[in-house]
Nanobody, 123 residues
């Protein structure tokens, strides 16, 4: 089972920033793509950002220009820098590893879902 550990969530006022971290093993980090998801109660878990093959990045329209995903090889961690936060960004954020199929422009996660990290943005 591939395991990841999310951290960095918290409470912030609208317009503020948070940086989320996703840590995993060196092997996993080197071989696979990583995506950040978020979920609110009663709704499906949605992909908000991904870093594929360690190089290309993609973002949901709702976070483009505000969120930045990056990876740091030295500590096997993928970060999600979230700026200009809005109340609608409030959710539990999860990361997962998976494969990115460029032909279909699709990221398919396969790791175990962790506890996630809660982000709360007040207006």
């Amino acid at each position: 089972q591939v395991q990841l550990v999310e951290s960095g969530g918290g409470w912030v006022q609208a317009g503020g920033s948070l940086r989320l971290s996703c840590a995993t093993s060196r092997t996993v980090f080197a071989l696979y793509s990583v995506g950040w998801y978020r979920q609110t109660p009663g709704k499906q878990r949605d992909l908000v950002a991904g870093i594929f093959s360690g190089v290309s990045t993609a973002y949901a329209d709702s976070v483009k220009g505000r969120f930045t995903i990056s990876r740091h090889d030295a500590n096997n961690t993928v970060y999600l820098q979230m700026n200009s936060l809005k109340p609608e960004d409030t959710a539990v954020y999860y990361c997962n590893v998976g494969n990115y199929y460029s032909t279909y422009d699709r990221f398919v996660p396969f790791g175990s879902w962790g506890q996630g990290t809660q982000v709360a943005v007040s207006s």
